[in-house]
């Protein structure tokens, strides 16, 4: 990986930045931050792999991590026997029943030669097949949410490690973008961001209210995680040892033993967090290597050549008999895939599935800022945009706060313009969000790290 002088620079930039949140913030926050960050710039070489390579747009980026949290679900949980027991006999014969019906309409429009015969058969088919169908699926359903609802009432899944979940949910959203794509990929680019959008928000919607598959605004806690727990790292011999030897300069210097104990009981305590928290971004951060590595490749590649071309010149690549809607489905459902790892991968870092917590403004248009920010078209911008926005979006609270105490010290405590601009801090966040995406349009419209011409 070959970086010119400016995009060391800009690397530099945001080291020193975790490095000064780190020494005044705590360093267990700013690996907070940073795992985050590398989370945002996964998602962010998705949306850039389909819009900065193929102009590609997708606004169905939340339904797409919603798929991946969901294969986080399906993977690690352990697996609701009762529910299985009352319920999944009637999904699997709902399941059988649905192909059927498929089949069956394949063949009647195959074998009926007259369209009015084709529409009256397929119409009756489906119509009683959906009554079929609906009568069994809504029978299980209903018995595997009476399995426990309080803390079960869905099916479970698999009782894998979580980290299969990464490689499921790329699956998953790829399937998904298949589906739309193979609907939408031949509309005009602003009804595609339209019809996008909204199957996202079908995505989410089914998620919410199926709650035998992921137990819908009820959340799924407990997931397994790829990483030790603090508790049990606390009491593990070989974790005191090395926090003891860590810090045994520190500790050496204390005489009264019950003195020293109680320091390294906290010190350990202190040290499990950053301890889970520094496994998580190295976990994390391989992963985002891979795939800038990967793209970097594809992007250089005869492939990646012949998508700008693509992007650049419709026309003239369908005269040179390029299949420009294969094309176009094929990166979106890549660009997709990633999008459903960094979901798979945000659900193993919260523990928790919340279908309620995808809105379209956090993992939508924030994602796409950080596109336009950090340079179309070019995987180190991306994630450089990743890195600067989300950083800026958690830490503009504290910054404003600490500012409108300072230019407000001189108020009183209980003045109505310093507590209004106190109570409007959360506010700031969309304020510099809009700031910053209109300097960066007029300044530097290509990003801050914009896409470099590449010959080989």
């Not at 699926?137 to 209903?142: E, G, P, Q, S, V």
């Not at 210097?253 to 496994?279: A, E, G, T, W, Y």
């Not at 407000?408 to 510099?432: E, K």
Request: charge should be positive.
């Amino acid at each position: 990986m070959r970086f010119d002088k400016y995009e060391w620079i800009a690397i530099s930039i945001m080291v020193s930045l975790f490095i000064l949140v780190g020494f005044i913030q705590g360093w267990s926050v700013s690996l907070v931050i940073l795992n985050m960050c590398i989370i945002s710039a996964i998602m962010t070489m998705g949306v850039n792999i389909s819009w900065g390579y193929a102009g590609v747009i997708n606004f169905g980026v939340m339904g797409f991590l919603a798929m991946g949290g969901l294969a986080a679900v399906l993977v690690s949980y352990p697996p609701v026997k009762e529910a299985w027991h009352v319920g999944g006999s009637g999904l699997g014969i709902s399941f059988v029943l649905l192909i059927a019906l498929v089949t069956t309409v394949y063949f009647i429009t195959k074998l009926v030669e007259k369209k009015s015969h084709q529409y009256w058969l397929n119409g009756l088919v489906i119509f009683f097949g959906l009554i079929i169908i609906r009568y069994f699926f809504l029978n299980a359903t209903d018995r595997i949410e009476e399995v426990d609802p309080a803390l079960a009432g869905f099916l479970g899944g698999a009782n894998l490690p979580i980290i299969f979940s990464w490689v499921v949910g790329g699956f998953f959203a790829g399937g998904v973008a298949f589906v739309i794509g193979k609907v939408a990929l031949g509309l005009r680019s602003d009804y595609l961001a339209i019809v996008t959008l909204g199957i996202s928000e079908i995505v989410v919607s089914v998620l919410k209210h199926e709650e035998w598959l992921s137990r819908g605004v009820k959340n799924v806690i407990g997931l397994k995680r790829p990483v030790p727990y603090e508790i049990n790292l606390q009491v593990s011999d070989w974790f005191i040892t090395m926090v003891t030897w860590f810090n045994s300069s520190k500790l050496n210097q204390i005489i009264d033993p019950d003195q020293k104990q109680q320091i390294l009981n906290n010190l350990i305590i202190d040290s499990s967090s950053l301890f889970v928290k520094l496994n998580y971004a190295i976990l994390f951060f391989t992963v985002m290597i891979v795939i800038y590595y990967f793209a970097n490749k594809a992007q250089i590649s005869p492939w990646g050549r012949m998508m700008r071309a693509i992007r650049d010149n419709e026309v003239s690549a369908n005269a040179m008999g390029k299949d420009i809607v294969k094309q176009h489905l094929i990166i979106f459902v890549i660009g997709a895939a990633i999008v459903g790892v960094a979901g798979a991968m945000l659900v193993t870092l919260d523990g928790l599935f919340t279908p309620s917590g995808y809105r379209p403004l956090r993992f939508t248009f924030i994602i796409w800022i950080m596109v336009i920010v950090g340079g179309s078209g070019n995987n180190l911008g991306a994630i450089f945009g990743g890195f600067v926005i989300w950083f800026s979006w958690i830490e503009v609270a504290p910054i404003t706060t600490f500012l409108i105490n300072l230019f407000t010290s001189g108020l009183d405590q209980q003045n109505a313009i310093r507590l209004h601009l106190l109570d409007s801090v959360p506010y700031f966040r969309y304020l510099l969000m809009g700031m910053v995406l209109l300097l960066i349009l007029r300044y530097r419209p290509k990003g801050i790290i914009p896409e470099k011409v590449r010959h080989s």
